[in-house]
């Protein structure tokens, strides 16, 4: 079973910012923050992760909180393209598998 | 710097025939993973394989299914006697080294439909 929970479907308007929360209060101290997307019927594609610290790259930042219980995946500029199904997964080290919880779907309009 | 290849992308079956996915990592990755999309459903994991070797296969169905990675060529996700049930997106990851830190890239799946 995923251990995070996440809104089942968020809307933002195309040019804003998009901030899409992760509750994983399970969390252990070794287990990382991933995010992936997928957009429709496309494998999923990576976007960025993390284990204590703030993370950024071109695609998007992570802000994870510092009792490690819930991050938050910002998109700085959405567009049409960002419109995706959002999976925040947390894995641990020397675990291997992904486990998919059932995401946000990210709805970007003009 | 190609990223993962699938193929088929698209692959129709009738009940009872066999079906063969094929997986290339990317270019210096020598960790498989795959996972299955049924309609309307996430993603579950079904295996992981290094090259010549079955690393965890606790998400496999007992029956029908196998997968391999041999030495040379692409890993095969193979299903025998096809049922409509295994109609559904077939993903395949690598990752270059299986370490848990490590990123599993994915590629475009392939559509399986079994009539």
């Known amino acids: 079973d995923a251990k995070t929970t996440q809104p089942t479907s968020m809307d933002c308007a195309e040019g804003r910012a998009a901030n899409l929360p992760c509750n994983h209060s399970?969390?252990?101290?070794?287990?990382?923050v991933y995010w992936y997307r997928q957009i429709h019927s496309q494998g999923p594609q990576y976007i960025i992760h993390?284990?204590?610290n703030n993370e950024t790259n071109e695609m998007a930042s992570l802000i994870i909180t510092e009792d490690r219980k819930s991050s938050t995946l910002i998109l700085p500029h959405a567009t049409l393209r960002d419109t995706a199904v959002y999976y925040c997964?947390?894995?641990?080290?020397?675990?291997?598998?992904?486990?998919f919880g059932t995401g946000t779907r990210l709805l970007v309009s003009p | 710097n190609a990223g993962v290849m699938q193929n088929p992308r698209h692959l129709v079956r009738r009940r009872g025939q066999e079906a063969r996915l094929r997986c290339s990592p990317m270019k210096g990755h020598s960790h498989v993973y795959w996972y299955r999309q049924l309609p309307e459903e996430g993603l579950k994991f079904m295996v992981y394989?290094?090259?010549?070797?079955?690393?965890?296969e606790s998400g496999m169905p007992k029956e029908r299914f196998s997968a391999e990675f041999p030495k040379e060529g692409p890993s095969i996700l193979r299903i025998q006697q096809v049922v409509r049930g295994d109609s559904a997106a077939y993903f395949c990851a690598s990752s270059p080294r299986g370490e848990s830190t490590d990123t599993q890239y994915f590629g475009p799946g392939t559509r399986l439909t079994v009539l």
């Open positions: 399970t969390i252990s101290g070794n287990e990382y």
């Open positions: 997964i947390v894995r641990a080290l020397g675990f291997q598998k992904l486990v």
């Open positions: 993390g284990l204590k």
């Open positions: 394989l290094q090259k010549e070797n079955i690393i965890d």
